[in-house]
Every structure is written in C-alpha cells, then in structure tokens.
C-alpha cells in the first residue's frame, strides 16, 4: 500500500514536472493570439529561416550521411573509433560545438571562409548537431538487413548499386526515416551552436529558437507564441516518428515507448 | 552436357576447405555440420573467394568474377526471399517469371508476400526464383532442412523430379545421408574441409572407404582387432564377441555392417550367417514398413510382421545374425 503510494507520488511529481511548462505556454497564449501572433513579422520570418535552413542541412545529412552509414555498417579496423567520432557532437556541449564550428570555418577558422553569420552558417551548425542522430539510426538499419538476401541478389544478377536501391535501402527504410525525423526535430530545436556560429539577425540567421529568446526581452507574449508553435511541431514530429517506429519492419536502434 | 569444374583452398576458421571436384549431373555433397559445405556453394556463386584454384564453367574460367557474372541458380538454406516483395516480384528480380509459377505450382501465390508462405511454398519460390535466373548451375543449401518431417519426403520426391527435368547441373549439400541418396547421382562425404569419398549412393554403402563414411551412411560400425584366420579374417570385437568377415584386414579396424543384411531371432539358430551377436533389446522402432531393433552394439532392419512374430520388445534377448560377406572391413 506504502509502496503503491510512493510510487505514484513520484510519477505524479515527475509528469507534473514534465508537462507543466507545456501547460503554462498554453494558459498564456489562447487559440486566438497564437494564430494572431502568426502574423507577426518576427514569427513569420524566423519560422521561414528555421525551415529553409532545416530542410536544407536535413537534404544534406541525407545525402551525405547515408553513404556514410552505409561504410559504417559493415565491418572494419577502426570502425568502432569512426562510429564515437560520429556520435561525438550527440553529447558535446552546444557551445563547443559553436566555437569548434567558428574555429574551423570562421574568417581566422582553419578553412578561412566567410561563412559566419551568414545563412549557411544556420545550416552547417543545424546539420552538425543533428547528423549523428541519423546516422547513428541509418547504421543500425543497415546492420540489420539480412546479409543473405544481398548475397542472394547478387547470386540473381544484380550487382551492388541495384542490390542497394532494390534491397537494402527499402528493408533500412523504416530506419532510416525514423532517425531523419529525430534528426529534423533536433536541428529544428538547435540553439546554442547557431547563436555562436551564425548569430540571431532576423530574416538572415534568427530561427525560431533564437526568436523566442530574443523575444522575451521586448515582447513576452510573442516569445510565448512561438514557444507554442515549436511545441505543436515538436509534438507533430513526435508523433509522426513514434508511428515510424511502431509500422518498422526492422528492428528499432533507439529505445523509443511505442505502447499506445 | 556441360560441366562444373572446381579445384580450389579456401582457409576457413578452423581449417582449410580443399576440394577437386566436377558436377555434370547432381552432386551432394554430405557431412557434418561444420565440414565446410555452405562454404563450398559460396566459392562457386562467387560469395567467397578461394585463396587458390579455380571454379570454371563449360571450359569457361568463372574465377575472379563477382556473383552477378556467374549464371547461378543458388537456393539458400533459409530460402533468403526478399520479404517486401511479392512472390511474383521475387521471382521476377531475377529475370522473365514466363511459365515458372505455374511450372512450379505457385501461380496461386503470386500477389502474397514471403512472410504468408509455408516452409514448402518459399521453396518452391526461391527454387522459382534461382530458375528465372536462367542458371548454368543450380546450388542448393540444405534443400529440405527448413522442412517438417510430414512435408519432408513428399518435397524431397518433388525436388528429385523437378531436378531430373531441369537437367542442370546440380551442386546441393545436406546433412542427411538419406536426402543426399534420393536427389544425387553421386554423393561426396566432407568432413573437416576434406571430400572423404565420391561415389555413387549404391557404391558408397556398398564400398565405404573409411569408418566414418560407413557410419554416416547408415551402418553399424563395431570397433575391433583383425587378424587372418585361415580364408577369413577374424575380428576380436571390444565386448569380448568374435566376428568374421571375407574382408581383409589386420590390427585395429571398424565393422561395417548394415541394418538390412542383419537378421534376428530368439534363440541361436544353425544356419549359414557365421556371425551371431547376443544382445539385450534396447530399441524397437517402427519406420514405415520397417523396424529398426536395436540388439547390444548393433543396430537390425527387419520387417514389421517379423518383429511382431517374434515378439520383439525392449528389455529382451535377441541374437543379431550376419554373413561374414555381408561385412566390410575399413581400417580405424
């Protein structure tokens, strides 16, 4: 009985805890101001640099990244040291990540270019602290396609670029977009790396994180308004990847709850 | 017709896989599990690449080209059929589907997908499927270990039948003497990477070069001293018993008898079998028409109404007759 209360006392004051800044957003912002708030030229600018830039490092991350976890799927010397330098930037601090971003392709960077505080700068800041989600995710797929049914297509005729397209890539599928939209939601979120790297100027390099922030300074109710947008996008990403995960045919590599 | 040539060494973990070999018809390849034999349809579908030799095909050298170059109809173990596609899709991967469904009898099929199939059916697909190939060589890999006993022989007939009218040259393993006899035309033992004996299933039970190729095909194999005695060789066997054989042989050797040339009775009869072993009944299994007798060290084929005449049941004691010519001898 003791127990039972302990228990859900604790899970009582955990889910309060996670849910009530959720709550208090939208005690603040009624249906009406949101949508009102939609209007406003700091929203509407940020949220269209937040998407172009997104959708441009996670286009990027796609095509680049999936060859790489292609090679990482297999397996070599010195794959195990590829795959922690992969996965590096999942649990370095976001500042580091700024500041390495700027020591390398800063104007007195190793590369010496002036891709700082430009809008490219949002999309490799954005692309590097979101790729190791999808790779690590694409890895895994990878790794779980039955290496018989590809020695069976080669055996059939196909060589390895057909073997890919017709067999591998579809059975990773599943995988593969599950960890995309992992990655898609936290490049959406990414703050730290960008305000260091590419600055906030509106309509330039101020996404819809940096709004909020430089919001709250001038105009609480606008920083709340897009506070509640990122949380229904963030939510509606969720959703759609936990859907992802409950229709793959292949074994999951995150452990995310899929109890309905 | 044309022929499959292989002479190769593919070191493998635990030892070297070393084989010299021509398939013009249906070869088995049998033995334990762990001789080398998966690897050795993996080194002709070019899976696997030999350290040394050559697979060449009709005068053609096929070593040194990825799978894709070879023309091979491989059917693996587990069928390896591409779970998103249909069964149609599948077959059609591999080149025009034409009359193969239904030649093969799953026309019925064609929309599902692998994961509705029965163990029979996805055979029959990847068989389908290695044929849409349009191969030189058919490989199979443990072409009815996948399957139930109850649908195991009915497949093994239809297999045998289909093999004879493809008319291809067949390299399958298995691990199952018996499988191997009813599909090949000649059955090679490998054990430990190395091909034992090649010959045809009536010659390698009738003349097994060794004592492991006899007790894999199915005989007894009792362990015993030869010397010559007079014309015949006597064998002093390790429980005590004497046997004879027309064989010749000398120190340690094995035994070779099989179940079919061993008679049983009761009581000790006079009759031309110079050999009589008597034994506590220690098994008395029904296969079909047949009982398998276990009686002391050797294992006896009699016929159902006999086993019943004579009252056959464990915990008895029988005496297990042979002939002295029914009896091979192999060195130990």
């Given at each position: 009985?003791?127990?039972?209360?302990?228990?859900?006392?604790?899970?009582?004051?955990?889910?309060?805890?996670?849910?009530?800044?959720?709550?208090?957003?939208?005690?603040?912002?009624?249906?009406?101001?949101?949508?009102?708030?939609?209007?406003?030229?700091?929203?509407?600018?940020?949220?269209?640099?937040?998407?172009?830039?997104?959708?441009?490092?996670?286009?990027?991350?796609?095509?680049?990244?999936?060859?790489?976890?292609?090679?990482?799927?297999?397996?070599?010397?010195?794959?195990?040291?590829?795959?922690?330098?992969?996965?590096?930037?999942?649990?370095?601090?976001?500042?580091?990540?700024?500041?390495?971003?700027?020591?390398?392709?800063?104007?007195?960077?190793?590369?010496?270019?002036?891709?700082?505080?430009?809008?490219?700068?949002?999309?490799?800041?954005?692309?590097?602290?979101?790729?190791?989600?999808?790779?690590?995710?694409?890895?895994?797929?990878?790794?779980?396609?039955?290496?018989?049914?590809?020695?069976?297509?080669?055996?059939?005729?196909?060589?390895?670029?057909?073997?890919?397209?017709?067999?591998?890539?579809?059975?990773?599928?599943?995988?593969?977009?599950?960890?995309?939209?992992?990655?898609?939601?936290?490049?959406?979120?990414?703050?730290?790396?960008?305000?260091?790297?590419?600055?906030?100027?509106?309509?330039?390099?101020?996404?819809?994180?940096?709004?909020?922030?430089?919001?709250?300074?001038?105009?609480?109710?606008?920083?709340?308004?897009?506070?509640?947008?990122?949380?229904?996008?963030?939510?509606?990403?969720?959703?759609?990847?936990?859907?992802?995960?409950?229709?793959?045919?292949?074994?999951?590599?995150?452990?995310?709850?899929?109890?309905? | 017709?044309?022929?499959?040539?292989?002479d190769f060494t593919l070191p493998l973990r635990a030892f070297d896989l070393e084989l010299s070999?021509?398939?013009?018809?249906?070869?088995?390849?049998?033995?334990?599990?762990?001789?080398?034999?998966?690897?050795?349809?993996?080194?002709?579908?070019?899976?696997?690449?030999?350290?040394?030799?050559?697979?060449?095909?009709?005068?053609?050298?096929?070593?040194?080209?990825?799978?894709?170059?070879?023309?091979?109809?491989?059917?693996?173990?587990?069928?390896?059929?591409?779970?998103?596609?249909?069964?149609?899709?599948?077959?059609?991967?591999?080149?025009?589907?034409?009359?193969?469904?239904?030649?093969?009898?799953?026309?019925?099929?064609?929309?599902?997908?692998?994961?509705?199939?029965?163990?029979?059916?996805?055979?029959?697909?990847?068989?389908?499927?290695?044929?849409?190939?349009?191969?030189?060589?058919?490989?199979?890999?443990?072409?009815?270990?996948?399957?139930?006993?109850?649908?195991?022989?009915?497949?093994?007939?239809?297999?045998?039948?289909?093999?004879?009218?493809?008319?291809?040259?067949?390299?399958?393993?298995?691990?199952?003497?018996?499988?191997?006899?009813?599909?090949?035309?000649?059955?090679?033992?490998?054990?430990?990477?190395?091909?034992?004996?090649?010959?045809?299933?009536?010659?390698?039970?009738?003349?097994?070069?060794?004592?492991?190729?006899?007790?894999?095909?199915?005989?007894?194999?009792?362990?015993?001293?030869?010397?010559?005695?007079?014309?015949?060789?006597?064998?002093?066997?390790?429980?005590?018993?004497?046997?004879?054989?027309?064989?010749?042989?000398?120190?340690?050797?094995?035994?070779?008898?099989?179940?079919?040339?061993?008679?049983?009775?009761?009581?000790?009869?006079?009759?031309?079998?110079?050999?009589?072993?008597?034994?506590?009944?220690?098994?008395?299994?029904?296969?079909?028409?047949?009982?398998?007798?276990?009686?002391?060290?050797?294992?006896?084929?009699?016929?159902?109404?006999?086993?019943?005449?004579?009252?056959?049941?464990?915990?008895?004691?029988?005496?297990?007759?042979?002939?002295?010519?029914?009896?091979?001898?192999v060195p130990l």
């Amino acid at each position: 009985m003791i127990r039972r209360a302990l228990v859900a006392f604790g899970a009582l004051v955990a889910l309060g805890f996670l849910a009530l800044p959720m709550i208090a957003i939208f005690a603040r912002v009624s249906p009406a101001k949101l949508v009102a708030q939609l209007s406003n030229p700091v929203v509407t600018n940020a949220l269209v640099v937040s998407l172009k830039t997104t959708v441009i490092a996670q286009v990027l991350i796609l095509v680049f990244g999936t060859p790489a976890a292609y090679a990482l799927a297999r397996h070599f010397r010195g794959r195990g040291l590829l795959v922690t330098l992969v996965e590096l930037p999942l649990v370095l601090p976001p500042a580091v990540a700024g500041i390495g971003l700027i020591a390398a392709f800063g104007r007195f960077g190793l590369l010496h270019t002036s891709i700082a505080f430009t809008q490219t700068a949002v999309v490799l800041a954005v692309a590097f602290v979101s790729s190791p989600l999808y790779v690590r995710a694409a890895i895994a797929a990878f790794e779980t396609v039955d290496k018989n049914l590809v020695a069976a297509s080669r055996t059939l005729g196909a060589g390895p670029v057909k073997t890919f397209f017709r067999i591998e890539l579809p059975l990773a599928r599943s995988g593969l977009a599950a960890g995309e939209a992992l990655a898609f939601a936290r490049g959406l979120g990414e703050f730290g790396a960008t305000i260091m790297f590419a600055g906030s100027l509106p309509k330039v390099t101020q996404t819809l994180p940096l709004a909020v922030y430089s919001a709250f300074d001038v105009n609480f109710d606008v920083a709340l308004a897009i506070g509640a947008l990122l949380v229904v996008i963030s939510a509606a990403l969720l959703i759609i990847l936990k859907w992802l995960a409950s229709s793959s045919t292949s074994r999951f590599p995150f452990a995310l709850s899929t109890s309905s | 017709m044309a022929r499959l040539l292989l002479d190769f060494t593919l070191p493998l973990r635990a030892f070297d896989l070393e084989l010299s070999l021509g398939v013009e018809r249906t070869v088995a390849l049998v033995g334990p599990s762990g001789a080398g034999k998966t690897s050795v349809l993996r080194v002709v579908a070019g899976l696997a690449q030999p350290s040394r030799g050559r697979v060449a095909f009709d005068g053609e050298d096929w070593t040194g080209r990825p799978p894709e170059q070879r023309r091979v109809g491989f059917v693996f173990q587990d069928y390896a059929l591409f779970p998103h596609l249909s069964v149609r899709a599948n077959v059609a991967y591999a080149g025009q589907v034409g009359d193969l469904l239904e030649r093969l009898n799953i026309a019925s099929l064609a929309d599902a997908r692998p994961g509705e199939l029965s163990g029979g059916e996805r055979q029959r697909v990847a068989l389908a499927r290695a044929l849409a190939r349009k191969p030189d060589v058919l490989l199979l890999d443990e072409p009815l270990a996948a399957l139930d006993a109850h649908t195991k022989s009915q497949v093994r007939g239809e297999l045998s039948e289909l093999l004879r009218g493809i008319g291809l040259p067949t390299l399958l393993v298995t691990h199952d003497y018996e499988d191997a006899a009813s599909l090949a035309d000649e059955v090679g033992v490998l054990v430990d990477g190395r091909l034992r004996q090649l010959a045809s299933p009536a010659d390698l039970v009738a003349q097994p070069a060794d004592a492991f190729v006899a007790s894999f095909t199915g005989a007894n194999l009792l362990h015993g001293i030869a010397h010559a005695s007079q014309s015949l060789t006597e064998v002093q066997l390790e429980g005590g018993e004497r046997v004879f054989s027309t064989d010749r042989g000398e120190g340690a050797v094995g035994v070779v008898v099989y179940p079919w040339e061993i008679s049983v009775a009761r009581a000790r009869e006079d009759d031309s079998a110079l050999n009589a072993l008597r034994g506590e009944i220690g098994s008395v299994v029904e296969i079909g028409n047949r009982v398998r007798v276990r009686i002391g060290p050797v294992t006896a084929e009699v016929t159902s109404s006999s086993a019943a005449r004579l009252e056959l049941a464990r915990g008895g004691v029988a005496y297990a007759t042979f002939k002295a010519t029914g009896t091979r001898l192999v060195p130990l």
